[in-house]
């Protein structure tokens, strides 16, 4: 290949990489949580992120949004580098990704709508009540939330309108990258199922990348392009769940081919039956 095109080449790959982690350690005390990660999220696609309970799933998405300092490795964002110190190198980054964490992290002497206006207000502080508040009505809306949630305040919602609010607070700045940290954990099948598809819809309609932790295999089944294992303090295997499949590790085998692993088989081929 032709130098130029070689050029052409790595930066059309870089260009379709969301996120990229070479070789990331991550430790606390003498405790090694990651010990050389590397993974690549594709641009536009849903990667769930699974492992067992203390694998370092969380603290991968915590390195990866620069909230953790990690002991080596290297890790860019949308092509721009996250600095190690703790604080993003450039802190615009974080205006193009929002976060969903465990429990929806709201503020709970906050309203449903004043949630979403804080990082409104955050980055966009010249913006007017009026806007702010249309802003944050349509946010509501666009996650499944009615009109009249708004103005609610967390307590006053059901476990699953809660999890939605923070998904609204999450989009509020229009990101390009989304981050869900176990957003069905806690809901009943149907609530969780019914979260899956508005996931999988605002990736298709808002053209999102999704990097998505969960233990949930319907969720895995139904809506994730590929699959990352986190095992071993790496990530051991990515790829579709066929691929993964094929892979003879204990843990994966395990995992997928369960009795959870092939109710969630059943049930996706039921459903696949019944769209046809
Ligand atoms: N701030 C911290 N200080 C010390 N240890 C930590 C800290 N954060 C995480 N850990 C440890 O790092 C390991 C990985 O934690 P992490 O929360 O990333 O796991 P996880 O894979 O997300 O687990 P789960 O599936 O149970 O949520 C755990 O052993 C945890 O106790």
Known sequence: MADNDQVASIAAENDEIAIKVRGLVNSFGDFRVHDGVDLDVRRGEILGVVGGSGTGKSVLMRSIIGLQIPDEGEITVLGIPIGGGGELDDPSLSKRWGILFQGGALFSTLTVAENVQVPLREFYPDLGQGLLDEIASFKVVTSGLPVDAGPKYPSELSGGMRKRAGLARALALDPDLLFLDEPTAGLDPIGAAAFDELTLSLKKTLGLTVFLITHDLDTLYAICDRVAVL?????????????????????????????????????????EKEAV
């Open 231 to 271: 095992a071993d303090k790496k990530v051991i295997a990515i790829g579709t769940i066929d691929e993964l499949l094929a892979t003879d590790h204990p843990w994966i085998q395990e995992y997928f081919n369960g009795p959870r692993g092939r109710a969630a088989t059943a049930a996706k081929a039921a459903h």
